[in-house]
């Protein structure tokens, strides 16, 4: 049981490039998440599905989208990389509402 | 939306002492109050968490108090240890919310030999 991975974990992109960042998970939940943090900051909400074929908008989508074919993965894509999403980006998921969410070990993206 | 204030930002206390930090919340249909420790490098994990119709819970050295009329909740750490030292992050969520919690902006524990 490797909970949520993802993919890769660092990673430099040139500006206008674009990026697939990975996240998978293998505890069956059907609610997941990608974040981004800041340095010194909090982790504010990017995409969020409640599963499979449903995904929504969160605090800071643009720039960002996501898809979910399968329960297990939820990739965010990145299609022109500008300099302020420069992150760490982290992707959770969890069994249901009220409940704890389960983090991977996030990507580290800078864009130069 | 909601919006979860985090104090203090830094906190750095001597081994063996307490440790407090305390957060507010703003949405008062918030029903479920997370708090996640962040080491360095690594994605943040849930050290304890309570429900709104609890009004404290306390696991070993962990302890977390919730006043919903105040809307505001805390976590104690008491006899820390050099392992205590990381990021810590308080957050809300509600139901209806579809478990989208916002966090407060962290905490940096250092914990003084």
């Known amino acids: 049981n490797a909970g949520v991975t993802q993919t890769p974990k660092f990673r430099i992109l040139k500006i206008g490039q674009s990026m697939t960042l990975q996240c998978t998970q293998d505890m069956n939940h059907n609610y997941m998440y990608w974040y981004r943090q800041d340095p010194g900051m909090g982790l504010k909400l990017i995409y969020y599905s409640v599963g499979a074929g449903i995904t929504d908008k969160g605090e800071v989508p643009n720039g960002y989208n996501v898809s979910r074919s399968t329960t297990e993965d939820f990739p965010l894509r990145l299609e022109l990389a500008a300099p302020s999403q420069t992150s760490v980006y982290f992707c959770?998921?969890?069994?249901?509402?009220?409940?704890?969410?389960?983090f991977g070990d996030g990507t580290r993206l800078s864009i130069l | 939306g909601e919006n979860v204030e985090q104090h203090p930002s830094t906190l750095s206390v001597q081994e063996g002492d307490s440790a407090v930090i305390k957060c507010t919340y703003s949405d008062s249909a918030s029903n479920y109050f997370p708090w996640y420790k962040q080491e360095l490098g690594k994605g943040p994990q849930l050290i304890i968490d309570i429900r709104s119709n609890v009004g404290e819970k306390k696991d070993q050295r962990i302890a977390v108090t919730l006043n919903k009329t105040a809307k505001h909740f805390s976590l104690h750490i008491t006899e820390t240890q050099p392992e205590d030292s990381a990021v810590y992050f308080c957050a809300a969520s509600s139901y209806s919310s579809a478990s989208k919690i916002i966090f407060g902006s962290g905490t940096r524990l250092s914990i003084r030999p």
């Open positions: 959770a998921s969890t069994i249901g509402a009220e409940q704890p969410q389960h």
